[in-house]
């Protein structure tokens, strides 16, 4: 009985020891990270393309660039840095919580046809997480897009919590050279009004000043 009782005990050491250190070469090393990371991707629901990851999931990654496309917009993310805090992820159970989230340059366009769109209402359309994602502070030092002049492409900072359910932005700090803007608002999924909010805004060369609440 004692020897099958030190079989089990060791077996179960063996176990635990194999667990920590694959948790090790997945979290703490570049090459485990990068296989992590194709791995997470590839349950994307649109593709996602990065090159010139360095770091690891323990300590922060980086990329030089990172891209990803629906039908109609077409996404670019320059000199990103991500750092998790994993402290919180482990201890929520349910959500991956980043402390920081830094991009140098986000490009979003709009992606042209051959034949113009027809007009239709403005719809959210976001998809279900399986689990929340936590921003504690994320920053964007220029954002550019075809949608707007470029005296609106801003610089941004905020907080956001995507949940299963709402998606918010808390703490909005917007930048550009025609236009200030701080607040936060909330889209909540498959509801009918989606948006909620309030956002401050100054337009500098109107020397104008105001408040937009959104969703009534």
Same mark, same amino acid.
């Given at each position: 009985?004692? &020897?099958? #009782?030190?079989?089990?005990?060791?077996?179960?050491?063996?176990?635990? +020891?194999?667990?920590?250190?694959?948790?090790?070469?997945?979290?703490?090393?570049?090459?485990?990270?990068?296989?992590?990371?194709?791995?997470?991707?590839?349950?994307?629901?649109? *593709?996602?393309?990065?090159?010139?990851?360095?770091?690891?999931?323990?300590?922060?990654?980086?990329?030089?660039? +990172?891209?990803?496309?629906?039908?109609?917009?077409?996404?670019?993310?320059?000199?990103?840095?991500?750092?998790?805090?994993?402290?919180? #992820?482990?201890?929520?159970? #349910?959500?991956?919580?980043?402390? #920081?989230?830094?991009?140098?340059?986000?490009?979003?366009?709009?992606?042209?046809?051959?034949?113009?769109?027809?007009?239709?209402?403005?719809?959210?359309?976001?998809?279900?997480?399986?689990?929340?994602?936590?921003?504690?502070?994320?920053?964007?030092? @220029?954002?550019?897009?075809?949608?707007?002049?470029? +005296?609106?492409?801003?610089?941004?900072?905020?907080?956001?919590?995507?949940?299963?359910?709402?998606?918010?932005?808390?703490?909005?700090?917007?930048?550009?050279?025609?236009?200030?803007?701080?607040?936060?608002?909330?889209? @909540?999924?498959?509801?009918?009004?989606?948006?909620?909010? &309030?956002?401050?805004?100054?337009? *500098?060369? &109107?020397?104008?000043?105001?408040?937009?609440?959104?969703?009534?």
């Amino acid at each position: 009985m004692r &020897r099958a #009782s030190s079989t089990a005990l060791v077996l179960i050491g063996v176990v635990v +020891v194999l667990i920590v250190s694959t948790a090790y070469v997945v979290l703490a090393t570049e090459r485990g990270s990068e296989w992590a990371l194709r791995a997470g991707t590839g349950f994307s629901p649109v *593709p996602i393309a990065y090159d010139g990851m360095t770091g690891t999931l323990l300590d922060g990654l980086r990329f030089e660039r +990172v891209e990803l496309a629906t039908e109609t917009v077409a996404i670019e993310a320059l000199r990103v840095s991500l750092d998790l805090d994993w402290t919180r #992820s482990l201890t929520s159970y #349910s959500s991956l919580v980043f402390e #920081s989230v830094a991009i140098g340059q986000l490009n979003v366009d709009r992606r042209t046809t051959e034949e113009p769109p027809a007009r239709k209402p403005i719809a959210f359309e976001l998809p279900t997480l399986p689990f929340e994602i936590e921003l504690i502070t994320a920053q964007v030092d @220029r954002l550019t897009t075809n949608l707007v002049d470029a +005296v609106y492409h801003p610089s941004l900072a905020f907080g956001a919590h995507l949940g299963t359910d709402v998606w918010r932005l808390s703490n909005l700090q917007l930048r550009a050279e025609a236009l200030r803007a701080q607040g936060g608002f909330e889209v @909540r999924i498959d509801d009918a009004m989606p948006v909620q909010g &309030r956002i401050g805004f100054r337009l *500098p060369e &109107r020397d104008l000043r105001g408040d937009a609440t959104l969703g009534g």
